[in-house]
């Protein structure tokens, strides 16, 4: 197979697909993982990459060296979407570099650490779902609660002011577009969210906080403050948008068949292993996470070229029956351990326990206190919004 990178070969379909925006994926992804596990696409920034669906290959793309982010930011790299990301970030770098950044910043957001933060993240859930009783029956879950959530314990951790979200929100919503005619205002955007987080930084320098950023910043031989600052706006954009989705998708997953909400509301204690296989199940994002590949590779039966982008299709790879049995099927107990919702590698993410508890916790608040609720809309009424990271629009719902 050849170099992609032409723009304009009109044979090579646009992501994501037209079919993306909805719940089921259809028959394109079984057909492309069974006949053309390694295809080109185009992308909405307009260029031409190859994507892999197969689990084995997501996998490959996700872990081995060959395939680099660093390479995402290079000169004349392929791009997904109309911002450009943050050269030497966590995602944006290969060890050793990415392993020194990581380094500096695991310990904020380990396993140990994130379980103290559970009680308050519990408590938190538990008044937002209260509240949402306060607007009455139907109401939508996604204002009332999947977004608070996961934005109020961001800014709390981060030491972010909550009073300053409707103008951070603004500008992650622009930094997700795929609009090619928004790039002006994506630029903006990103500049203006930049400005905010350098402005925070300093502060906290000076004035530290009992916070995230607070601590980094006090470390002597930590992150520089250029570095603080794009990691505060990576988290600040990765950490809440995601979740938010997540809750919405997992919600609607579960009530579009109520026989799952009814059982989760019947066996609480199943909230682990429902949230994994909900991980499994819902799509976040249709495009994938791209690489760029730093020499010829093998893949999928063809031959990716040095300089070649490709994106690893995670959500494709969830539900490939070669990884697991009856894939499109939601199996509250099924034994969790092999999803990739969360990557794998060295750029396994970062938040990983932090939106599991999130979503153990809106679950848990949700199930107990509302055993009889159901969609107010029927699912395939459910409108969903055309940005790069995706989920339903509102999710009305009854009780
Ligand atoms: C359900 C919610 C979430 C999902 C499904 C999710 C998914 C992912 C995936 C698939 C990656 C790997 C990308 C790759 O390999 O190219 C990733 C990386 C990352 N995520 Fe998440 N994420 C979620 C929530 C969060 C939260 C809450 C935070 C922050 C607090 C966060 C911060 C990050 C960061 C910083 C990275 C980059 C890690 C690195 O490159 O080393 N994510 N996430």
């Not at 603004?170 to 930094?175: G, H, P, Q, V």
């Not at 609480?268 to 296989?277: K, Q, S």
Request: proline share 9%.
């Amino acid at each position: 197979m050849s170099c992609p990178y032409e723009h304009g070969a009109d044979d090579v379909p646009d992501i994501p697909f037209p079919d993306a925006f909805r719940f089921d994926p259809g028959p394109r992804w079984a057909h492309l993982r069974d006949e053309a596990p390694l295809t080109r696409v185009r992308t909405p920034a307009g260029d031409v990459v190859w994507l892999v669906t197969r689990y084995d290959d997501v996998r490959t793309v996700l872990t081995d060296p060959r395939f680099s982010r660093a390479g995402t930011v290079a000169p004349g790299a392929p791009r997904v979407a109309v911002s450009s990301p943050l050269p030497g970030t966590l995602p944006t770098t290969d060890p050793p570099e990415h392993t020194r950044l990581r380094r500096l910043v695991s310990a904020a957001f380990a396993y140990r650490r994130v379980e103290t933060y559970r009680p308050w993240i519990r408590e938190l859930a538990g008044q937002l779902a209260d509240g949402l009783a306060a607007d009455g029956s139907p109401a939508d879950l996604r204002a009332a609660l999947a977004l608070p959530l996961p934005i109020r314990v961001i800014c709390r951790l981060l030491g972010v002011p909550y009073e300053d979200r409707d103008r951070f929100r603004e500008w992650t919503e622009l930094a997700y577009s795929m609009v090619p005619a928004e790039a002006d205002r994506v630029h903006a955007a990103m500049a203006a969210l930049t400005d905010y987080l350098a402005g925070l930084v300093a502060a906290k320098r000076a004035d530290p906080g009992d916070d995230i950023l607070s601590e980094l910043a006090a470390d002597p031989a930590g992150l520089s403050p250029g570095e603080l600052t794009a990691f505060g706006l990576n988290l600040l954009v990765a950490g809440h948008e995601t979740s938010a989705n997540q809750i919405t998708g997992f919600v609607a997953a579960l009530l579009r068949d109520p026989a799952l909400w009814d059982r989760l509301v019947a066996e609480p204690a199943l909230v682990g292993t429902a949230v994994e296989e909900l991980l499994r199940h819902t799509r976040l994002s249709e495009t994938g996470q791209l690489r760029v590949a730093v020499k010829d590779v093998p893949l999928a039966g063809g031959t990716v070229r040095a300089g070649d982008g490709v994106m690893a299709a995670i959500a494709a790879a969830n539900r490939d029956p070669r990884a697991f049995d009856r894939p499109d099927e939601i199996v509250l107990d099924r034994e969790p351990g092999r999803h990739l919702a969360f990557g794998v590698g060295p750029h396994f993410c970062l938040g990983a326990h932090l939106a599991r508890v999130e979503l153990q916790e809106a679950l848990t608040a949700l199930t107990s206190r509302y055993p009889g609720l159901r969609l107010a809309v029927p699912a395939d009424d459910l409108r969903w919004r055309r940005v790069l990271v995706s989920g339903v629009d509102a999710l009305p719902v009854r009780w």
